[in-house]
């Protein structure tokens, strides 16, 4: 479903009217956050995906990593999970429990608690989670308070829904997909981690609706605009020569038509440009803060490969403009 059919879907519900409710439907974050007392707050997510990869255990690590991504986001801690699985009748219960497997081994590195779950009859195969965190009420990542002079950063490389398109048309072979399954294994909790002693204004993660849509809904939420530098942004070995080649996967066209008219290319790089609307998969974050605060997160994030890619202006609120 693209974000403007979500967005027309959600457009009938009434609005939720309860003091509690930190964060619903109407920022469009990545969790909501519900206050149980002044100190205490739920994060709460849920997530499903299709297979992306055809190693069974691999692929429950990969949608595991992405559920869980949604509570560090926020700022949160996850502390338990429920698993929800779509399966064929006639598929094999080893491969069904080796995805398990592969769900409850990221969730027990991510200190998750998998309390139990919910299989339903479907003719391919899904996976997800339903995933609750701890936060403290004050200090909520949410990405609607990005302010005009941050900076922003990106946690991981780009590329992945094109990486894995080639992948599926056969045209990369296995041993190069390795680089890529590694960043969509990798738990978002360093980043995280560092957003929160940098004191971060604003955050997210970047998963289907790709760098751009993620950060338009950004810009749109902090009534901000936001500057893009396209040749800051990490991209992964190969997505360039795969998408000249001619394939380009599906999210791409799906993000442009729901965010494009959003989204200025200053740039001079049509095919970067596209690139940055892909749908990742188990993506990093962006961590959006005051300049002076950058060195505090780098010192604090493992990860040395983060990037600064763009800043948060106060001109054409709700827009991002792409830049060289």
């Known amino acids: ?44 997510t849920i997530d499903i995906l299709a297979p992306v990869v055809e190693d069974p255990f691999i692929f429950g690590q990969i949608a595991a990593a992405n559920c869980i991504s949604d509570v560090y986001a926020m700022g949160g801690d996850p502390k338990i999970a429920l698993n929800i699985i779509g399966f064929p009748m006639n598929g094999d219960p080893k491969d069904l429990g080796e995805i398990l497997r592969g769900g409850q081994h990221k969730a027990q590195e991510a200190g998750v608690t998998i309390v139990g779950g919910h299989t339903f009859n479907n003719a391919d195969i899904k996976y997800g989670m339903s995933v609750v965190g701890y936060i403290d009420p004050s200090r909520i990542i949410t990405n609607a308070a990005a302010k005009p002079g941050d900076v922003i950063l990106l946690t991981k490389p780009v ?80 997505v360039l020569e795969i998408y000249k080649s001619g394939i380009s996967e599906p999210g791409i066209m799906m993000n442009m038509n729901a965010f494009g008219s959003n989204v200025q290319n200053a740039s001079g790089n049509d095919e970067l440009f596209s690139i940055i609307f892909g749908a990742e998969t188990s993506g990093g974050m962006a961590i959006v803060l005051p300049e002076q605060k950058v060195s505090t997160f780098l010192d604090s994030c493992k990860d040395k490969n983060v990037a600064i890619i763009g800043r948060v202006t106060s001109e054409k609120a709700g827009h991002l403009i792409v830049k060289p």
């Open 1 to 44: 479903m693209s974000a403007a059919q979500l967005a027309q879907a959600l457009s009938a519900l009434p609005k939720i009217e309860d003091p509690d409710l930190l964060v619903g439907l109407n920022t469009a974050d990545d969790a909501g956050v519900y206050r149980i007392s002044d100190e205490l707050a739920l994060v709460y």
């Open 159 to 238: 590329g992945v829904g094109t990486i894995l398109h080639a992948y599926i048309l056969d045209k990369l072979p296995l041993e190069e997909m390795a680089p890529v399954v590694a960043a969509m294994t990798t738990l978002n909790r360093e980043a995280s981690l560092a957003a929160r002693r940098a004191e971060a204004d604003a955050g997210t993660d970047i998963t289907g609706y790709g760098l751009a849509g993620h950060l338009v809904e950004m810009a749109q939420a902090s009534n901000t605009g936001i500057e893009l530098y396209l040749s800051k942004i990490p991209v992964h070995e190969r």
